[in-house]
């Protein structure tokens, strides 16, 4: 009973880390233990358990196969914070302001090929739709993971792919002011929904998204569609780029990879920490065999479509049989 | 130029719709989530957010923000002002750490929601950075406190309160839960962004700012100034979805969402918000009474927003602005006759000084609140000697609010303040409780919402919180003597009524 205890003394950290030998770093003291509505299984939410959203978390987030772990054990090897991120894409931005100035002031798209100009509303532009889904899935699994720390990685990640976003709209609007004809933010919609290149990954993707399983959702994302969708779209293209006499595409595209390999980190580490439970694994190579079809597809699809690239889809399937493979997946 | 202005481009990143064809529009928006009431994705493509801002301006911009919240606070680490703060500025943090930065932390989930099943780009860019800033703000309200730990084990309810079941943090969780974690987007567009951002929170943070730096408190109030440049974006998310709903016939369903908002943000407000500005905050640092504070910023411009937007005033407008005289005093009464059962130290704030100040702001405070509350209390507490908080046995809870009902004692016609009432409901055989018609108002809207909740004093009543003791519950409430609330003063303003005693005799 409380009262016969001694009175609590004041801490050096959160009660919820002080039995731990290490002095907790500024992440943990600020990234974990904070997903209240994960640990009540019965009734996520304080109104009760059969609320539209409880019954969805019952289903999605509590009845997942991937489970069996303190999830809020889990943490992110980059021990990426807030404010750190704001730093780290600070810098990064400051660089692609720098490249689209200094690319802009040599009228750079000026140089480009009639051909590659031809080529960029249909494979290049409209891959912000594409990353937008993966805005969007991301956020899914903002509120559906269930710990914090997991929680913290998803939301860097959603803002990565708005940074990808973001960047294509820039260009889309930089080649229109130079080629007003050639589709440039007119054709990328209708390339998105039509084009033989994009079905696979639009297929892809819209049933990523109705992926609602937390664990399917983790699975299916990040270690399958996002690294189909990174090799194709940002290493593929910048390749067939460098070839066609495009290297800016590929320098943006560095810079953005470097989001792809914070993406893979934590990734890594999340089924890592989930496999400790070796059911998990099972469950995690069933889901990477049931969607790895679809994004070899996908990948087939966009990489064809690539010009004078012969081994692109090739290079990024085992780019990404090999990311599976370092986690012992493929 | 070399480089292009942000209006170039802006349109072409939100423009991000898609006709989905390998799944339906309706398992790619699933109502329970997107909340759109059948309105299709063509009609949200209208939805335009007033404030824009892109990845590369975010980025720098919070950049900027957090090196100067943390190095202001890195400066003034070793003036620890803290030991020196007046009592009831440090309750306040204790408060607001303890109640907020947790949800904060939880209102990026929320954001995440609109960011994924809003049907407009814009709303879901928008949101995206919303949910950063949650994301930020909880942070940043957990790394302050926690230079605080080693001083009272009060501040470790920063990370700890929403794990409880503490009847505040019950509260707290029900509310958030029914206008955010528990909502579907376009009700978190409504509820959390429309309602409680802009009407209640952001201009929260401003008076908290101002109340800080009052204080004394420099790095809190640059914080939380901070915090508000951030809550005045992202609170915008959901105007341009009112409209929305406006314009597609769905007006009554927006006025719904948003008067069921504003009802519950208020009964936090006066539970949180209105003890700290008039009981806690020392006297000479007092600007504004909570009630002025409501009056003129929080009922006063979000009446205009309302109404401009295309929003009717909600039905219980004049209810609610009565309740300013009553509400919150009786949340202060409740909570510092029962100050073990929250997790900071109460100050009781009725000095003599402090009550010709009440008595100026809330005329007929002393004839009510005075005479009928603290007056018998003082009594006591100088005859038998102040004594601690005993069970609490016949406090009702509102089975909405989940807050006791509260009434102005000694109220008859024609004072000021309402008769302590219960507005009774029976439904499917259960009956419950309301501390207003307004709060029975929502339960009715959608009774299969709230009716499977237990507040904590039905909890008790079931045999949940045994033994139903205080003892018991204080355990249930996972408070433990070095964490539960004191009277802030430690009974010493008792000496200023002992005195006058001596003189009277
Ligand atoms: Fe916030
Ligand atoms: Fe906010």
Redesign the interface.
């Known amino acids: 009973m409380s009262t016969e205890s001694e009175p609590l003394k004041p801490l050096r950290t959160w009660s919820h880390l002080a039995g731990r030998r290490r002095r907790p770093s500024e992440y943990e003291i600020v990234s974990t233990n904070l997903m209240y509505d994960a640990k009540n299984a019965e009734s996520p939410f304080e109104l009760g358990p059969n609320i539209p959203l409880s019954k969805w978390f019952k289903k999605y987030r509590h009845g997942s196969p991937l489970s069996g772990r303190d999830w809020e054990e889990f943490r992110d090897p980059d021990e990426l914070t807030y404010r750190a991120y704001n730093i780290l894409q600070d810098g990064q931005e400051t660089y692609i302001e720098g490249l689209f100035d200094q690319h802009n002031e040599l009228q750079y798209d000026a140089g480009l090929t009639a051909a590659w100009v031809a080529t960029l509303p249909r494979l290049y532009t409209p891959a912000r739709y594409a990353y937008h889904t993966v805005q969007m899935a991301s956020h899914y699994l903002v509120q559906i993971v269930p710990s914090s720390t997991i929680r913290n990685c998803a939301t860097y990640q959603a803002a990565d792919a708005l940074r990808c976003v973001s960047h294509r709209a820039y260009r889309t609007a930089e080649l229109k002011q130079i080629y007003p004809d050639s589709g440039f933010g007119t054709a990328e919609r209708t390339a998105w929904e039509n084009d033989t290149a994009w079905q696979g990954f639009r297929e892809l993707m819209e049933k990523v998204l109705v992926a609602y399983d937390w664990g399917e959702s983790f699975v299916a994302l990040n270690l399958v569609a996002k690294p189909a969708m990174d090799e194709a779209l940002l290493r593929q293209l910048a390749a067939t780029g460098r070839r066609q006499g495009d290297s800016l595409l590929g320098l943006i595209a560095d810079s953005e990879y470097r989001d792809v390999q914070r993406s893979r980190t934590w990734s890594t580490a999340l089924v890592r920490f989930a496999g400790e439970r070796p059911e998990n694994l099972v469950v995690i190579r069933g889901w990477v065999e049931q969607w790895l079809p679809l994004a070899e597809r996908a990948i087939d699809a966009y990489c064809r479509a690539l010009p004078d690239s012969p081994q692109a889809a090739t290079t990024a399937t085992q780019a990404v049989h090999g990311f599976l493979q370092s986690l012992d997946l493929h | ?4 202005d942000r209006a ?3 349109d ?2 939100r ?2 719709n ?6 339906t529009e309706d ?2 928006f699933p109502e ?2 997107s909340g759109t009431l059948g309105l299709p994705l063509e009609v949200w493509e209208s939805y335009d957010e007033p404030y824009k801002v ?3 301006e975010y ?2 911009t ?2 900027e923000k ?1 090196a100067g919240v ?1 190095s202001v606070k890195a400066a003034l680490q070793r003036a620890n002002f803290l030991d020196q703060a007046e009592p009831g500025w440090v309750s306040i943090l204790k408060l607001h750490y303890g109640a907020f930065a ?1 949800l904060e ?2 209102a ?3 954001e ?2 609109m ?2 099943f809003g049907k407009a ?1 814009g709303l ?2 928008m ?2 950075f919303g ?2 800033d949650e ?2 703000h ?3 309200q ?2 302050f406190p ?1 230079e605080h ?5 009060q ?2 309810w ?3 309160s ?2 409880t079941n503490e009847w505040a943090v ?1 509260a707290a ?2 509310l958030f ?2 206008i955010m ?4 987007a376009v009700g978190v567009a409504l509820m959390l962004t429309f309602a409680f951002e802009t009407g209640f929170s952001n201009l929260q943070f401003l008076g908290l700012a101002a109340d800080a730096a009052q204080a004394g408190d420099i790095s809190f109030s640059n914080l939380a100034s901070s915090i508000q440049t951030d809550e005045a974006r992202h609170a915008q998310i959901g105007g341009p979805a009112v409209k929305i709903l406006i314009a597609n016939g769905k007006k009554a369903e927006a006025q719904r969402l948003v008067d069921i908002a504003i009802w519950r943000a208020w009964t936090l407000f006066a539970t949180v918000t209105g003890p700290s500005m008039d009981y806690y905050t020392p006297l000479d640092r007092r600007e504004k009474s909570f009630k002025e504070f409501m009056q003129e910023w929080v009922f006063g411009q979000f009446e205009r927003t309302l109404l401009d937007i295309g929003l009717e005033r909600p039905w219980y407008w004049d209810t609610m602005l009565a309740d300013l005289d009553t509400r919150h005093h009786g949340m202060h009464a409740g909570i510092w006759t029962f100050h073990k059962s929250v997790w900071w130290d109460v100050p009781p704030g009725i000095s003599r000084a402090e009550r010709a100040w009440l008595e100026e702001k809330y005329p007929g405070w002393e004839e009510t609140w005075g005479a009928h509350f603290w007056d018998p209390i003082i009594a006591r507490f100088l005859k038998d000697g102040p004594v601690d908080t005993v069970l609490p046995s016949m406090v009702q809870l509102c089975n909405m609010a989940q807050v006791p009902i509260t009434g102005t004692p000694g109220w008859t016609p024609g004072k000021t303040g309402r008769p302590l009432q219960d507005f009774p409901l029976e439904h499917e055989g259960r009956l419950y409780h309301f501390g207003s018609e307004v709060d029975r108002w929502i339960f009715q809207q959608d009774p ?6 237990l507040s904590v004093a039905d909890r008790m009543v079931a045999g949940m919180i045994q033994p139903p003791t205080l ?1 018991g519950l ?2 249930y409430f996972s ?5 539960w609330g004191e009277d802030a003063l430690g009974h010493s303003w008792l000496e200023e009524y002992r005195q006058e005693q001596v003189q009277a005799a």
Request: without cysteine.
């Open positions: 130029m070399a480089l292009l170039d481009w802006y072409i990143a423009d991000t898609w006709t989905p064809k390998y799944v398992a790619l329970e989530q892109t990845y590369r980025v720098r919070q950049r957090d943390y947790t932390a939880m990026s989930s929320a995440s929601r960011a994924r780009g879901r860019n949101a995206t949910s950063l994301n930020r909880g942070q940043i957990l790394y926690h730990v080693h001083r009272s084990r501040f470790d920063a990370t700890k929403m794990h019950v969780r029900h839960d029914d974690a528990g909502r579907d299969d919402r709230y009716k499977d909740h003892e204080l355990d408070l433990q003597e070095g964490e």
